[in-house]
Every structure is written in C-alpha cells, then in structure tokens.
C-alpha cells in the first residue's frame, strides 16, 4: 500500500474533517494528529478524526508516508518550509491551502527536487462558516471538487512519492470529490470570484448590518432565507481570511472592484431597462436563460 | 365565520402557495382563483390551491369575504384601484405586496373610510427564487413573518372588515407565520435591507459572473455551496423586481452605496489590521460574538 500511515498538522474544521473521510472510506492505518491549539487535537481524538495525537509534529511527519497540511495559509507555508529539510524523497506533503500562488512558488526548490520530499498542493472547494475539530464532517466532500495546482514541478518527484501522489488523489475520490488539475495562478484567480469574492461580499453586508442596525429587533426578525443565505459567511473566521486577503490580494481587489462598479451601475438604473439587462445576465448565470415562471410538465386542460 | 369565502388575483408562486397554506391549514370554503396567464390558474386549480378558476376577478372579488391580491407590486397598485369602487364596506381586500408605501398612499381614501371596503395591507418574509403556481408550497410561511402595515387608517373600516381582518390575521398564524406591524416607511426601509439588497447584490454578482466566465466550465465545477447561495438569487424574476425598483427605489439605492462604500473600504484594507474589524462585526451580526473554534461541551481531557 503506497499510503499507510498519515500525519495531519492542523486538526480543524478541514483537517479533521479530511481524517474522517478516510476512516469512514476505509483507511485503517494511524492517522497521527497534530494542532497548535491542543484542544483542537483532542476534540479530534475524541470524535475519531485522528487516531492518536503527536507529540511533536516533527517527529509524526517523518513517520509517515504523507503529511497533510492544514490551517490558515501562512501556517501551511511554515510548515513547508520546517518539513522539506526533514523528510524523505519517498515521502509526500499534500495541503488543503486555499492560495496556491505562494505555496507552489515557495514549495520549488524545495520540494519534488532530486533528494526532496514530494509536494502536492490541493484544494477542496468545501467548508464551512464555522470552524474547529468539532464541526468536522466527513460528508462535506460529497460532490465536491478538489483541486491540485502541481504544475511542470510535480514531474520532478521521486518515484515512491509519485505513487502516494496518485494514492492520494484516489483518496479524494473515494471521499466523494471530482478533482481538477489547474495552474497556481489560474486557481488563485478562480478562487478570488468562486469562494473569496462570496466571503467578502457576505463580511461587508453582515459588517454593514450589524453597524447600522445593531439594537433593532424588528430587522433581525423580518429577515428571511435572503437574509441568512447572503449573511451566512459573515461568521467566518477572520483568522482564515486574513491570511487568503494576504495571499491572494490582487485577484481578491480586482473582483471585488469589478463587483463595486457593478453594483453602482445597478443602482443607477433601477428605474431604467438596463436593470432588465442585469436580470437577464443573472438569470442566464442560473438557470442558463431568462426567468420564467415555472409550468408542470404536462399543462392541465391543454 | 367572518372569512367563509376567498378570492385570489394572482394565483402564482405566493398566491398560490397562500391557497395552499389555507387548505392545508382547515379552510374548507371555496377559493376562486385567477391570473392574468390563464395557465397559472390552471396549474393552481391542478395543483389544489384553488377550488375553482374565476371568469371574471372582479365578480369574484365581488362575491368573495376576502379578496387576496398577489403579484408584482403595480399589479396590486392597479387591482386596489379596480376594486375599491366595486366592493362593499364588510368586504376585506389585503395582499401580499413587497413594498408597502406606495400600496398604503394609493389606498388612503379608496379604502378603510365609511362606504368603503377594508384593506388590510400585508407581506409575508417568504418566497423563492422561482415562480409560478407549480412551484407554490404552502409550508414556505413556517416559521416567517408575515408584516402587517395598517396604520391609523384600519381603524377606520367597518366592524365586518374588521372581523375578517383579525381572522385573516388569524389565519396567517395558522401557516406558520409570527405577524409584526410596521409603519409602512419602515416596512419599506426595513426590506430593503434584508430583502431587497440581498436580491440585487445577489443580481449584481450573478450577472457579473455570467458576463466575465460566460463559457468557463472550470469556474461553474469548482465553485461550491458559498457560490450557489450567493447567486440563488439571481434566477429571481425581472417582472417581480422591476416594481419593487421603481417603487422603493429611494430606500435601495441608499443600502446599495452603503454596500457599495463598505466594499470599497474592505478592498482598501485587505492587507490592514481593519479587516479585523469587518470580521468582528461580521462575525457578531451572526454570531453576537467574534468567531471563536467550536469546542465541544464537555471538553476530554479537561
């Protein structure tokens, strides 16, 4: 078996979820956890995301055949630099950082080289507004696409650690995911309008809500799934965030830029047809046409 | 019983939904229903949210309890104006109307005054971004508001409208529905932050999504639950939202710069310690606290 014991730095939300997943999909090798903050690994002990905890996350990475990276994406840059001294040719990190620009450009060099550990940097695209080994879920990779961003370096890995490469994506499959090869710079692009344009806009409308209507029950009360849905994210962690704002900052301006104007030009037409325009491009978006109203399959007295 | 019989003009997604709710909640009594596109009446009666297709709205308004006026807000606006000479004073007209304002001015002399019959304005927090009777639902009231906004003119309508107009009341509690009254400007300013701004941001990104990725298959896989709640929206009507534009468009337009400038100062900030603030506040308009991981109850090993 070309994967038969796994390390997991950073047992949170994903982290522990990822563990999950391979219990509940059949990996009965240890999973060795590890998580800055302790009771986060112990939460994850508790809920069998993780097998045992590590007491140094040195050590557990180099017992293991592939070490997953998990958190914030400085930390996982932090670990992809302390860990590529340390480890094996035959041995491979994998991630689940939600930039892939700066991870790939620092990971060469130092990864998928001649004497160097593998490097394979993925991205699910599932999560959650919450986070913590205690909102971990197996399930949330149902249907879900994972992304890798290798690029030309990945061909430079050893052997061995190719195989537990490809294991691993078999993996990800067996969890319920599609995957999908992308370029770094493409993956930070798409992300930047898929998932960190969405956040942003749902941290800015929860901002503006909370400073304008703080003390108003009837605001809180009236709204309905509109209202939950666009505000949902407003719980998100900053901690997360403001390490992808960081990391991926031009991509994240420049949709939220081109959203600005777009709003702007919205509002300058709300009694105009162009506003019918906009409907149009929405609906098309959704539904791949223009609204109609919904008739059964078989019309009655037709 | 003050309401032994109910018509409904417009016997669409919420008209109709409204019929179910009734049926499905005790009303025995005959529901007539009509719609300007005479196959939504069909799928209504189909579908057994009507008891029967109306020839003619007004002499089914005429032999009705209850009149329900349902649809895009100048529909409504011209079916005040039709009925109010028609109708006699024990005779209740109330509707379904997203803004409230306008329905209210129009109706003050028309309605609510000796040798008139009543109007009880009214909008449920509830829908769905698509329309139509085959898509009414009669449990989208669970657990919603349903707004009243009166004002001092309900108390001026007869006794008998008045007794219909608390079992109509009655009724939406039936369905579900919490019932809170507002001022008719609040109402309306209140919408159009939770419902209104939702809906065009919603637009907003839905269109800009289609016109910048338009044949894009990667950005439409990889995009997961945060970019299909933030777009559900966009497969909403023109028809609906056009009205709820031109008619509230003052109060709109204000949360849409308020948004506007709020995302500037988010873009302006991505890499500065503001952005900590916008998470925090984010975070308490949903959490009435800043994130925190979730820890379980009982923590182990503590």
Redesign the interface.
């Known amino acids: 078996m070309a994967i038969e014991r796994i390390a997991i730095l950073g047992t949170?939300?994903i982290g522990g979820s990822v563990g999950m997943a391979l219990r509940q999909n059949g990996f009965t090798g240890p999973i060795l956890g590890w998580d800055r903050?302790v009771?986060?690994a112990?939460?994850a002990?508790?809920?069998e995301t993780i097998t045992e905890i590590a007491g140094d996350p040195i050590t557990a990475a180099q017992q293991s055949d592939v070490v997953l990276l998990s958190g914030p994406v400085f930390s996982i840059l932090e670990w992809l630099e302390k860990l590529a001294p340390v480890l094996r040719p035959d041995q491979l990190v994998t991630d689940v950082g939600s930039v892939k620009g700066i991870l790939c450009e620092r990971a060469a060099g130092l990864y998928n080289q001649p004497g160097r550990p593998g490097f394979l940097p993925g991205h699910p695209?599932?999560?959650k507004?919450?986070?913590?080994?205690?909102?971990a879920d197996g399930s949330i990779f149902h249907g879900?696409?994972w992304?890798f961003t290798e690029g030309a370096d990945g061909a430079e890995m050893s052997a061995e650690a190719r195989e537990r490469a490809n294991a691993w994506r078999e993996w990800t499959h067996r969890f319920g995911c599609?995957t999908?090869d992308?370029d770094p710079k493409?993956h930070d692009e798409?992300?930047a309008?898929?998932?960190h344009?969405?956040?942003?806009?749902?941290?800015?409308?929860?901002?503006?809500?909370?400073?304008?209507?703080r003390d108003?029950e009837?605001?809180r009360?009236?709204?309905?799934?509109?209202?939950r849905?666009?505000?949902?994210?407003?719980?998100?962690?900053?901690?997360m965030?403001?390490d992808i704002?960081?990391t991926n900052?031009e991509a994240?301006?420049a949709s939220?830029?081109?959203?600005?104007q777009?709003?702007?030009?919205?509002?300058e037409n709300?009694?105009t047809p162009e506003?019918?325009?906009?409907?149009?491009?929405?609906?098309?978006?959704?539904?791949g046409r223009?609204?109609k109203?919904?008739?059964?399959e078989k019309?009655?007295?037709?």
């Open positions: 949170g939300l903050e009771v986060q112990a939460i002990l508790a809920r695209m599932a999560g507004e919450v986070s913590g080994a205690a909102n879900a696409v992304l599609r999908i992308l493409r798409l992300c309008w898929v998932s344009l969405p956040q942003f806009v749902s941290t800015a409308l929860s901002a503006l809500l909370e400073d304008k209507f108003d009837d605001l009360a009236i709204g309905g799934r509109a209202l849905e666009m505000t949902r994210l407003g719980a998100s962690p900053y901690s965030w403001r704002a960081h900052e994240v301006a939220l830029y081109a959203l600005e777009r709003l702007t030009h919205l509002r709300l009694k506003l019918r325009k906009e409907f149009d491009l929405a609906n098309r978006f959704r539904l223009p609204h109203p919904a008739k059964t019309r009655p007295n037709q």
